[in-house]
């Protein structure tokens, strides 16, 4: 189990069954509750039933003295001891990942890498993470689109995006406003800014001009080289998966 320095944020909270904590991911700000001590609750509450009873029928004493002989009722009580604490705590710490050592924050296992011991935030992972977490929703978005009989609509949409962005690669940009133009232009029609003009990448074993395509036109072969230029914002990539100035995916 990890060690943690510290405990995170948390309430002190009461259904009816006594007090008990809700801890909080100091990142997400995930709720973890640990279970409020039933057993104590009911065995008070039978004793000072019983208790209070019999003091009631002794002269002298009364039911003031009967209802506060066995201190403040748990089923009404928002408190809870050191001890108490530490207890409630020690239950919910299994759904925390650890504590980074960055930021100082407790994060649940969801937002705490394992793997690099700090927090998703923080880790050196994190480029890594956010590529991950990227292909798990589109895997999902998929899943949806099948089970609701579109996945034939979304493989249109995709290649229809394919194929924007094939032709977006191949025109000449205005690294200003963004604006497409035919190769060869070499200034913005809208704002008249120099144009940034398409690199033309060739198969790695023939020679040919692949013209954005994936797999060369002539023999076939795979054309892994990222684009130069960034499709979105035209700055250039310099062999980057992911665009240095706007992020896009290359």
């Known amino acids: 189990m990890a060690e943690f320095s510290h405990m995170p944020r ?3 909270h009461n259904d009816g069954a006594g007090p008990y904590a809700v801890f909080y991911c100091d990142i997400c700000s995930r709720e973890f509750r640990s279970q409020p001590d039933v057993v104590k609750t009911v065995a008070q509450d039978l004793g000072k039933q019983a208790l209070g009873g019999l003091l009631r029928r002794v002269p002298l004493v009364g039911s003031a003295v009967a209802d506060n002989v066995v201190g ?9 001891s050191p001890a108490q604490l530490e207890s409630a705590w020690k239950q919910v710490q299994p759904h925390f990942g650890g504590e980074c050592p960055t930021c100082g924050r407790i994060a649940c296992k969801s937002d705490f890498d394992s793997q690099s011991g700090y927090c998703q ?3 050196p992972r994190s480029d890594e993470i956010a590529e991950s977490r990227g ?3 589109g895997a999902a978005i998929k899943g949806f689109a099948a089970a609701f009989g ?11 995006a394919d194929a924007v962005q094939r032709a977006s690669q191949q025109a000449a940009r205005c690294p200003k406003d963004g604006t497409l133009a035919a190769p060869g232009t070499k200034f913005c029609p809208e704002c008249g800014a120099p144009m940034v003009q398409p690199v033309e990448v060739k198969c790695p074993k023939c020679g040919a001009a692949t013209q954005g395509a994936k797999f060369c036109p002539e023999c076939g072969t795979k054309v ?3 684009p130069a230029v960034c499709p979105s914002c035209g ?3 310099k062999g980057a998966k992911f665009c240095p100035e706007c992020g896009t995916k290359l």
């Open 10 to 12: 948390y309430d002190v």
């Open 72 to 80: 403040e009722d748990p089923r009404y009580s928002y408190k809870l």
């Open 121 to 123: 935030e923080d880790s």
């Open 135 to 137: 292909a798990q929703a």
């Open 150 to 160: 579109l996945g034939e609509v979304m493989k249109s949409a995709s290649e229809a």
């Open 224 to 226: 892994e080289q990222a």
């Open 235 to 237: 700055a250039q990539t």
